[in-house]
């Protein structure tokens, strides 16, 4: 009875070393893999830049359209999560009454992927990232009709 219970144990043990060789293995394989998917990942990724990544430090600017003047000429200065926006109202009507035409807000940015929100305490403005350009969009996230969504267009300030 010994004898046979001594065996038994012997054979346990060596199925439980080749049950654990096999786990290793498996392990090992599947680590590997991980490691090789990882880095065609990132390889990938440093190929093709990603146009929506995240705006860390950029100038923007557009001329939009005014109903009282010939156009507010925008600039956006975004910096980490804070933004700072100068709007001057060209051609201004004599007749409007209106004697300061520089204004300057500023705010914090969130950001995703694809949208931006400037956010200052007199108001909120949306913009969806478009290659290096910004779209002015509305709360919704609604673009502009095609032929208005050049004058909403925030393109990079090229130094």
Wanted: glycine share 2%.
């Amino acid at each position: 009875m010994k004898k046979t219970l001594l065996c038994a144990l012997t054979a346990l043990a060596f199925v439980a070393c080749g049950d654990e060789k096999a786990a290793n293995n498996n392990m090992e394989t599947n680590a590997t893999s991980m490691e090789m998917q990882q880095s065609e990942q990132n390889a990938t990724s440093m190929e093709q830049p990603s146009s929506n990544a995240n705006i860390a430090s950029m100038q923007y600017s557009a001329d939009l359209p005014c109903a009282d003047c010939s156009a507010i000429k925008t600039n956006l200065s975004i910096s980490g999560d804070t933004y700072t926006l100068d709007e001057e109202y060209l051609g201004v009507k004599e007749d409007n009454n209106q004697t300061q035409t520089k204004f300057q807000s500023q705010g914090k940015v969130d950001q995703n992927d694809t949208h931006l929100t400037l956010t200052s305490q007199d108001r909120v403005m949306k913009f969806k990232k478009v290659d290096e350009n910004l779209l002015l969009v509305n709360e919704n996230l609604e673009e502009p009709n095609e032929e208005m969504k050049e004058y909403f267009t925030f393109k990079p300030v090229k130094e």
